[in-house]
């Protein structure tokens, strides 16, 4: 093996090693955003629409709410983008039937087998929650008991 080898060797070799040690350190790394199943948010149905639970303060300035059902086709649709400033605190709740600073959703969900939901929740600075639901079964939304966006369902709307 030539030298100039030997030292693509090892260079490629240190490079797989630093990729390997960042790949496995991402696991545990602290991202700088909320990814969809992290428990920053529940749901649950309610008589008049969605109930969704804030598992983590936040003074918002924007919520967006969205659905869609890939198995007949349909992409993302906005029920709700709300503007407006308000202080959530963990375990407030943002009802799609409404709720002071932001309004009502524009279409209240009618959650069917294979919908989704994706809630935004836009706050100062860099802040945000994010949440996704779904897909959802004949079942739809528990009113009995809150949706977790891991798919799980618990007595506690902020276990987590």
Known sequence: MT???RRRFRRL???????????????????????????AASVQSSGAGLVFTICRSITAK???????????GR?????????GQ????????LA???????????????INSGDEL????????????SAGFGPFTDAGVPSHQWLQSNGSL???PCPF
């Open 86 to 93: 308000q202080r959530l605190d963990k375990f407030s709740t």
């Open 75 to 83: 992409s993302w649709s906005t029920l709700w983008d709300a503007t």
């Open 13 to 39: 070799a240190t490079l797989s090693i630093v990729l390997v040690a960042l790949v496995s350190a991402n696991g545990c790394a602290v991202l700088p955003f909320d990814p969809p199943s992290n428990g």
């Open 118 to 129: 994706s809630l935004l929740i836009v706050g100062t600075g860099d802040t945000s929650i």
């Open 154 to 156: 618990t007595d506690d």
């Open 62 to 72: 924007e919520v967006l709410l969205e659905e869609r059902n890939t198995p007949q």
């Open 96 to 110: 799609t039937s409404g709720r002071d600073g932001f309004g009502s959703a524009t279409t209240q969900p009618s």
């Open 3 to 5: 030298i100039a080898k």
